[in-house]
Structure formats: C-alpha cells, structure tokens
C-alpha cells in the first residue's frame, strides 16, 4: 500500500466537513443507506473494560441524534475475531465495529469496510503513523479511537539496591545492556530485563531503532533479510546470551511479565496499556516507572498501534454507521475515554487527561513517543506471515538457529507469503 498524504486527506475532510455545515439543521445523518426514522446501530467491542466509556459515548451521539440508539455488543477478544469474520463474511457484521492493524487490510480489501473520507474526519487530528494505519488504497477506512506507544518500565526498587541510576531519555542500548547487566543477580534469580519474542513490545522497535523495517510501507518487501534488521533482532538474543535476561525456555515457560510482575526482573519494555493495571497492582504499583525506549544506531523509535471505529460498508443504516464511526473517534469521544484512564485517546490534544488520571508514573514518555513512531507493520493478510515470523524466531530465540541464518530463512519464508498476496 502506497503511503497517502495527509494533506489530500485534509482537503478531503475540509471538503466533507463544509457539506456537513451546509446540512447542519438536521441532527441525524441523511442521505443514502439512512432510514430517516428511529435506528438502533449495533457496534461490537471486545474490551469489557471499556464499555462504560463507550456508553457514555454512545449517549452522548444520541443525544445529538435523537433518532439514533446505540447497542453496544462486547466479545472477549479470544472470540472476537471469529465471530467477526464469519459474521461480515455473510453480511451480518454490527453497524460499527472495533478494528486493529494486523487484520485492517483485510477486510479493507474485501469491501467489508465504508470509507469515512467523506465524514468529517481529518486525518491531521491523529498522529501521522496511525492514519496511515488505516488508509488502503489512498482512502481511509478506520478512524483512529485510542493509540498505544511503547516504553521501558522499570523497578525503582532494585535500582536503588543495585545502586543503578534510573533510565533516562539519553539511554543508548550500550547503557541499556550495562543496567541490565548490573541489576542481574543468579543468586537471587533476578535478571536485568526480559528480552521475551514480542514484536510490539521489543524487537519491532529495535529494528527500526537500527534503521531497519519489517516489512515495506506498501506491504509487499519482507524487510528481515537486512544487516539492520539482524543488529535488531540480536539486541534481544545478546541480552539473552550474556545471562541478563532468563532463557528463551524459561520465558515460554513463565509469563515474561510475571517475572517483573514479581520483582524477578528490573525493566521490562510495555505498552501503554499496562499503566493502569500496574497502578492497580498491590504487589509493585508503588515501586515502578517508565522512561523512554533506549536509543540504538538510529534513534529510539516506537512502534504505534491503536484501535479505530469502522463502519460496516453493508449496514443498513450505513450513513448513520459513518457518522457514529466518526463521532467515536472525535474530539469529545476521545476526552471521554481520556478521563477514565484506560487508553490513551488518538485525537490529538486530548491526551494530557491520560496522563494526569496516573500522575505517580512518568506516562508522558508515551506521549512524546509520538515525535518518532513508526507505523505497526502489517500488510494485506498480515497473519499469513506473522505465524512464520513467530515459528522462525522462537528457533532463534532459543539459540537452535544463529540469528543470521533464522533471519535469512524468515525472510524467505515471509517474502514467498507477500507475493501470494499480491497474485
């Protein structure tokens, strides 16, 4: 996939936004695929946690559109995908629907998705990265609700017993392998950091750290074939070997982060959906912080990801869909869910409740993140590639394969997947 200016997706909301002015006297949306009278929409979600968040969301649209009711339908995430496919796959699919990068392309393909370009969404009113996200063939299909960033949590109080000063923003990987190294105790089973096989959360930053990408922006190149993307891999594999981290095994064996969730390990890199459920936690909430991602030959990038609102391309009440798809993922939608602390709103400017609603914890890191993120790397069907990367790593991970002839094989593997999806 191409990557889309912004710009023209500005004109396009300008565009959009002066024919939603002209019609401002009607408080519910009109026109093709609208019913006129009373419409209840159906939008799926998958996080329970969030669902007073959205109620109030959806309250506050059918405040504006009397005539419109939203019924909110939550799927734990385990089952969600597949009730998803097999409802959109015989047209049955809710009115408006949570969507993530790794699957977008998918269905954007598939006609199962309505572009919003005509909804008075701009594109500019979201970071950069995660617009791109949900932009297929120069239109864009998803409206960015919530961002995710990355960041390297810490244990403040094994710092201060190993007499280790905290993370800062001036970190290279050099001083990163140092601390980890320092913080790492056989006697009391306590590691550095975890180098566990996550590609958000780890090596997906570290190679574009390193100048490198997984795979092409169009989604077509594999990029694992490249020296960058091999210096990235073996930050984490090195962190392994030296003993600073547990073992591959040991990894696979324990959640990784129950290790740090325990006090077994002193840093351990997390999105910024882990906040509140470290506050909550009893255990460590008062002896953690964050701090920015150490940086490698090229900078401290972070990978971006986030949710967004798409509406149902075959919905029945299909103008209604839109402009809820959009109202979800606007400026008053976002404060909502910025206040409640869960997520971390995509509309820009919105972000700063998040952030104060845990003030304990240095959370503007991931907000600052934005300055460098890159995009989420997907492609067109993003799973048929992401199982051979998992089976691949988790060879090298383990040390049976030298990261080198894992990450040539990978690569392989991977690029004979992208050709498929381009026949």
């Known amino acids: 996939m191409p990557r889309t200016s912004l710009r023209a997706f500005g004109a396009l909301a300008a565009t959009a936004a002066a024919v939603l002015a002209l019609s401002a ?19 799926a ?20 559109n009397p005539n419109v009711t939203i019924d909110i339908q939550v799927t734990p995430t385990k089952e969600y995908w597949t009730k998803l496919q097999t409802a959109a796959s015989g047209g049955a699919a809710a009115d408006v629907f949570w969507m993530n990068g790794p699957n977008f392309q998918l269905y954007a393909s598939n006609g199962q998705l309505a572009p919003l370009d005509d909804s008075a969404i701009d594109p500019a009113d979201y970071p950069e990265a995660l617009a ?16 995710d960033t990355v960041a390297l949590w810490y244990n403040t109080a094994l710092f201060d017993a190993a007499g280790v000063e ?25 590691y550095g950091i975890a180098a566990s096989q996550y590609g958000q959360e780890n090596y997906y930053n570290s190679i574009a750290q390193a100048g490198g990408e997984v795979v092409s922006a169009d989604g077509t190149e594999s990029g694992y074939g490249s020296d960058e993307a091999l210096e990235g891999i073996e930050l984490w594999t090195d962190l392994i070997a030296s003993g600073s981290s547990p073992t591959a095994q040991q990894l696979t064996d324990t959640n990784p982060e129950d290790f740090f969730l325990s006090g077994k390990v002193a840093m351990f890199q997390n999105g910024s959906w882990a906040a509140g459920a470290y506050a909550d936690n009893a255990d460590i909430g008062g002896s953690v912080n964050v701090a920015p991602l150490s940086a490698g030959p090229e900078g401290n990038q972070s990978v971006i990801h986030g949710l967004a609102n798409v509406a149902n391309a075959k919905s029945p009440h299909l103008e209604e869909a839109k402009a809820f798809a959009a109202f979800a993922s606007g ?31 240095d959370l503007q890191v991931y907000i600052d993140a934005l300055d460098t993120a890159v995009p989420y790397p997907v492609s067109k069907n993003t799973s048929a590639w992401t199982s051979i990367e998992s089976e691949v790593l988790s060879q090298v991970w383990s040390g049976a394969v030298s990261p080198k002839d894992g990450l040539q094989d990978l690569a392989e593997q991977m690029q004979a997947a992208l050709d498929a999806e381009q026949e």
């Open 331 to 361: 400026e008053q939608a976002a404060k909502i869910q910025a206040e409640t602390g869960t997520v971390i709103p995509a509309f820009n400017g919105t972000q700063q409740a998040w952030v104060d609603a845990l003030p304990q914890y």
């Open 25 to 43: 006297c009607s408080s519910t949306p009109s026109g093709e695929g609208s019913s006129g009278g009373d419409v209840t929409l159906s939008y």
């Open 166 to 190: 905290y993370p800062t923003a001036d970190w290279t990987w050099d001083d990163l392998k140092d601390a980890a190294k320092k913080l790492t105790d056989p006697a009391k089973g306590q």
């Open 45 to 64: 979600i998958w996080d329970e946690n969030q669902k007073p968040a959205m109620e109030e969301i959806a309250a506050a649209f059918t405040e504006e």
């Open 132 to 147: 791109e996200l949900y932009t297929f063939d120069g239109k864009l299909y998803g409206a960015p609700k919530d961002f």
